[in-house]
């Protein structure tokens, strides 16, 4: 006699069932999109966490405050914490180095907080930059062009992925970031210039295969390799290399910065794979409204890094006994001067936390963030699929037009994504009935007033037992 299934797995049998149903319902549904996505081991809510003001000196052990705000995080299901360079020492002034902390045991102790609240946490790393003033620095670790980039209180060189001597150097210092702390990964600021292809190799330098950017996609393979072995993640930020499609070279890609326009951000992101960390940068955007942040990004599989953490006082920029690019030819001095100059006249806030956040800060950003990541988790779990940009099919009554992007997402429900970019009203005519996650509102023909995103539940989908076609 077969054994009786059990409520949970009864329950758990008609969810696969139903989610069976609605993938071959969109795939059926859909001719013509940018791009089909599987959805696996993406982790949606990122949250870039300040940790002080480097290099002026600080404690990283957490305090309540820090126990608090990331515990609600944790709480509201973010998975990634990144933590940027104030967690090393890059200048050499606090004890350490660009590959070891100024605090180990305080960051011990932050790592360990993370980890106790269920969540992934990686620091900032880079696989090119590295202060010119350093005393292991090497000239033959250049890249062919020698350049730099030169900003506030650092000098760093471009090493070049083609320098056999970079590596060995670099690599075992990457694997004891991972090994001695226990991080989850890396976030890699790639530091790479893409202009070096035009000068001839240095003595000494090798490239890997006949591509102008091979050096650097086996590098990045590497370092991929190094963090996957150890199941971790691998986040890089830069221009995204281009390298090969034959090889995985990281997880997830961060974009935005120094972006003014997010639709130019949209527009140049919106085809990347496999998963992109939008970070649109409020030091300098342009942005009308705190929404448009998620009009421009969640209906390409996208939400933005919350930059968080401890409030930056901006007293970075000023730390004494160091010398720093003059402000008139320096945004991020002035940037630094600027937030330390309101934090002096605003002790209470609001605050900034990021280098990459405006000035003065936003109070209701975190709390809109949050609401929108209420909205955006479900939509993308894992198992499910997503089609972005969809130009035909039977879902739609006609194909829509061009400044309108429909994106669906199907799992155990089904969701879509309605944003219209472009500056007239339209009518977008769909399949089936849904319903408007934030208002309730029902119905298949949906207005767009310009710069409005939708985000719609499927609410007439046929029962399990059922093979009845819906219209």
Not at 51 to 72: H, M, N, Q, V
Not at 193 to 205: A, Q, R, T
Not at 449 to 470: F, G, H, I, Q, T
Request: glycine share 8%; hydrophobic share 35%; aromatic share 12%.
């Amino acid at each position: 006699m077969a054994r009786e299934r059990s409520q949970f797995e009864e329950a758990l049998m008609q969810d696969e069932q139903r989610r069976m149903r609605n993938l071959a319902e969109a795939h059926e549904a859909v001719d013509e999109c940018l791009r089909v996505h599987f959805i696996r081991e993406y982790i949606p809510g990122q949250v870039t966490y300040n940790l002080g003001d480097y290099p002026k000196r600080f404690s990283i052990a957490p305090t309540e405050y820090d126990a608090e705000l990331l515990g609600t995080f944790a709480e509201r299901g973010v998975g990634l914490i990144q933590v940027h360079e104030e967690w090393n020492d890059s200048q050499r002034v606090l004890g350490a180095d660009k590959f070891s902390s100024h605090d180990p045991e305080g960051l011990q102790e932050f790592v360990d907080l993370v980890h106790d609240l269920g969540m992934k946490i990686i620091p900032y790393a880079s696989t090119g930059f590295f202060d010119i003033e350093d005393p292991d620095f090497r000239e033959e670790w250049y890249d062919p062009g020698r350049s730099r980039l030169i900003e506030m209180y650092f000098d760093y060189a471009h090493c070049s992925p083609t320098s056999p001597s970079w590596r060995e150097y670099l690599l075992p210092r990457l694997e004891r970031i991972l090994d001695d702390y226990g991080f989850d990964g890396l976030y890699d600021d790639l530091g790479y210039h893409k202009g070096f292809e035009d000068h001839p190799l240095p003595e000494g330098h090798v490239r890997p295969a006949p591509y102008p950017h091979s050096a650097l996609e086996d590098l990045l393979g590497l370092v991929f390799e190094m963090v996957h072995e150890r199941g971790g993640v691998l986040k890089c930020h830069g221009s995204p290399p281009e390298v090969s499609e034959r090889v995985a070279t990281y997880d997830y890609l961060w974009v935005g910065e120094g972006v003014q326009d997010l639709d130019k951000m949209r527009r140049e992101s919106r085809a990347l794979e496999p998963y992109v960390s939008p970070c649109p940068d409020m030091s300098r955007a342009q942005v009308v409204d705190e929404h448009d942040l998620y009009v421009y990004t969640i209906p390409y599989m996208q939400f933005p890094l919350r930059v968080d953490g401890r409030p930056v006082t901006g007293e970075r920029g000023c730390v004494e006994g160091l010398e720093y690019q003059p402000a008139e030819k320096c945004f991020w001095t002035r940037h630094c001067l600027a937030i330390w100059e309101h934090y002096r006249r605003h002790p209470d806030g609001p605050y900034t936390y990021g280098m990459w956040d405006s000035v003065p800060g936003r109070p209701e950003a975190r709390g809109i963030w949050l609401e929108y990541f209420d909205l955006y988790r479900p939509m993308v779990e894992n198992g499910g699929r997503a089609w972005l940009e969809i130009r035909s099919g039977s879902l739609l009554d006609a194909p829509p037009p061009e400044d309108v992007t429909v994106s669906l997402f199907a799992n155990t429900e089904m969701y879509l994504a309605l944003a219209n970019y472009g500056s007239a009203t339209h009518t977008v005519g769909l399949r089936w009935e849904w319903e408007d996650r934030r208002t309730g509102a029902r119905g298949s023909q949906w207005r767009l007033a310009p710069r409005e995103m939708l985000l719609l539940k499927r609410v007439d989908a046929p029962d399990a037992d059922s093979d009845a076609p819906r219209r």
